[in-house]
């Protein structure tokens, strides 16, 4: 789950990061010499809130100067959509602006803290390059960013702060307040079971202070049931429609740009199913894993999500009945088709407990669906059907 910049903002603060006075608009009415007066005098700046980076060189992030030239960008910005590279072209829509004060900025830094699933630990990213342009800093400059891993057993240890403000070019004094940063941001990561901790850019002020002038929080979903306040706050406008009505039935669900639905139980055997399509000359339209204990209202919940999308061409449907009965897949699917009125082809291979009885009710039932027992064939046939290479 992200966060939005006042949201990650908020924690930083309670973490003890220093952080530039801000003031949250979701309302041009609200933008206010009173509203705005806890941030001082001008310059401020007006921040569109979306769950994206790259916003300053989409024209989401304006320095104004006056009252007048606020509410201007608040006006231009609230309502909008904001296309960003990180976006793709139909953008996000934009609820809220941060209108925060004006930093006097003597140097941009780049700092982040991730999560290394791999090597079981954070991994901290630090670069002298902050600001705007860091991925082509990291693309045609590799040797400018430093990256440092922290195991979990080790815990965080002086020589990580170290080494970072060495490969950063921090400046003596820099150097003074810069370890108790970074403990203050591992500390902070896994306070908020964060999967990752963007601070871009970190910047010092004339007078040698640390500030976090922007930051992106990424909280695990899994541990959510645990950071109750932050899923409240969740803003669900900033997801995929498709992505949002799948997590009230619990469906693991990904939309991608193909023209084949797939539906799989097991994230393992929808990689491998995938797999296959893209193997044989077609593109997934989808990732959607209904899980081991399904029912056939949850299947039925699935297979109208993957018709949602008009690029849908064919549906695969590849179910291995372990702990769910291919009977009650079936049953999901007999449902779905007739209250839709498909008219794709639908392709469907059943395997494990239960199988025979499933491919039986899908056979009785009259309704153009082509059952398959083996997988690849499965995949081949969809493929066909959807107008691909095989």
């Given amino acids: 789950m992200n966060l939005h910049e006042y949201q990650a903002k908020a924690l930083l603060s309670t973490a003890g990061v220093p952080v530039a006075v801000g003031v949250l608009i979701r309302d ?19 921040k569109a809130q979306i769950h994206a980076g790259a916003r300053g060189k989409a024209g989401g992030v304006k320095l104004v100067k006056t009252l007048e030239e606020a509410k201007a960008e608040t006006q ?19 609820t809220s602006v941060y209108i925060e004060a004006g ?32 991925e082509e800093v990291a693309e045609h400059h590799p040797e400018r960013v430093i990256t440092v891993f922290v195991p979990f ?31 203050r941001l591992y500390d902070m990561a896994h306070t908020c079971d964060a999967l990752m ?23 695990d979903d899994n541990a959510l049931y645990r950071q109750k306040a932050l899923d409240e706050a969740r803003d669900w406008a900033q997801e995929d429609a498709r992505e949002v009505e799948a997590a009230k039935w619990a469906l693991n669900y ?30 997934p339209a989808n990732f959607l894993d209904v899980g081991g204990g399904t029912t ?27 702990i769910v009965r291919c009977d009650l897949i079936a049953d999901g699917i007999l449902q779905a088709v007739k209250e839709v009125g498909l008219t794709l082809p639908l392709i469907v291979r059943l395997e494990g407990t239960n199988a025979d009885k499933g491919r039986e009710m899908l056979a009785a039932s009259g309704l153009n669906i082509v059952a398959e027992n083996d997988l690849e064939t499965a ?11 095989v």
């Fill in 197 to 219: 901790l963007e601070i871009n850019p970190l910047v010092c002020t004339k007078d040698d202070q640390w500030l976090a002038l922007d930051c992106k929080v990424q909280v």
């Fill in 103 to 134: 930093s006097a900025i003597a140097q941009e830094f780049y700092l982040s803290l991730t999560l290394d699933r791999a090597r079981k630990g954070f991994a901290f990213v630090g670069s002298a390059d902050g600001g705007m342009d860091i």
């Fill in 296 to 322: 056939p209202e949850r299947v039925a919940a699935a297979l109208k999500l993957i018709l949602s999308s008009s690029e849908v061409k064919a549906i695969l449907v590849n179910i291995f009945g372990g």
């Fill in 254 to 283: 990904i939309a991608l740009d193909g023209d084949i639905g797939c539906m799989v139980n097991g994230a393992g055997l929808a990689m491998a199913t995938m797999d296959l399509i893209q193997l044989h000359g077609g593109k």
């Fill in 379 to 389: 995949a081949k046939t969809a493929v066909r059907l959807a107008g691909g290479a």
């Fill in 28 to 46: 041009v009415a609200e933008v206010t010499a009173a509203a705005l007066q806890p941030l001082g005098d001008a310059p401020w700046v007006v």
């Fill in 153 to 183: 057993g080790a815990g965080l240890q002086p020589f990580v702060a170290r080494t970072l403000a060495f490969g950063m070019k921090l400046s003596a004094e820099q150097m003074k307040g810069f370890a108790d940063l970074v403990k």
């Fill in 76 to 94: 231009r910005l609230l309502g909008s959509r904001l296309a960003t590279i990180q976006t793709g072209p139909e953008g996000l829509p934009v």
